[in-house]
């Protein structure tokens, strides 16, 4: 029964529906909800959310991130701060008010991470949503109707196809920081193809912003937006060749 609150839940969240905004690839509608959930449910799935409380965390910038420059135009913008606050107003989880803060949030005046950051330290969801959530089965049961219900049959594989390369970029990160100390050329041990160079590329990314702490190798300044989105510039190592 909770499962099939929360899938009919998920298949009505609260969306700007403004046609002139929004193109037919998001059936018409804002996608910062589902691009935040979705991010969640990836950060479930990799391990990285063990806990009932969600932050708003550099990481998880960089997993919605992820989502909008594959899904959406090039050019085009978005920002974790709005969906995040807006997920209270639809029971999805309830913000946690930051240290020191008094007074009821104002999700409505939240538009930068900075504000969010000053007024919240993250969510929680209700115990039956986290359970869910933390179930592989039940996870992506809810992944599949957030997909299903906001974005357009032609653009759901690429949709799928971006969980799929967070979680293997993810674990190649992982493998990548625990065997660099001996060296080893991780990247040359996946075969070349376009998902494969994908992983590779956002693996290595994120192997090197969590070795460094998104600081600079040469200045050790840290190099975070104020929406916490890093500025590094990381050259990344030729891919070896076979042919001569």
């Known amino acids: 029964m909770a499962l099939d609150n929360y899938l009919k839940k998920f298949s009505n969240l609260r969306t700007d529906k403004n046609r002139r905004r929004w193109s037919n690839i998001t059936n018409h509608q804002a996608p910062h909800k589902p691009f935040l959930l979705l991010s969640v449910m990836d950060h479930f ?24 420059s594959s899904i959406m135009p090039l050019g085009s913008k978005g920002n974790m701060a709005y969906p995040f606050p807006r997920l209270h107003n ?33 969510a929680k969801f209700g115990e039956g949503l986290f359970t869910l959530m933390s179930q592989p089965g039940t996870r992506e049961q809810l992944r599949a109707v957030i997909i299903n219900t906001y974005f357009a049959e032609e653009i759901r594989p690429k949709v799928v196809e971006c969980g ?38 956002q693996g290595f990314r994120k192997a ?7 600081r600079c190798a040469l200045c050790g300044i840290r190099m975070l937006t104020p929406e916490g989105q890093s500025i590094l510039h990381i050259i990344q190592p030729a891919q070896s060749s076979s042919t001569c």
């Open 45 to 68: 799935a990799q391990g990285e959310i063990i806990e009932n409380f969600i932050k708003p965390s550099y990481e998880l910038v960089d997993t919605f991130n992820s989502y909008w």
């Open 90 to 122: 639809d029971k999805v989880w309830r913000l946690i008010s930051a240290s020191g803060f008094k007074g009821k949030i104002n999700i409505e005046s939240i538009f930068s991470m900075v504000k969010l950051k000053k007024v919240c330290i993250g």
């Open 164 to 201: 799929h390369v967070n979680l293997k970029a993810y674990e190649y990160s992982k493998a990548l920081l625990k065997e660099i100390k001996n060296d080893q050329k991780l990247w040359d041990k996946i075969d070349i193809d376009d998902q494969a160079n994908k992983v590779r590329d």
């Open 208 to 214: 090197i912003v969590t070795l460094y702490e998104h």
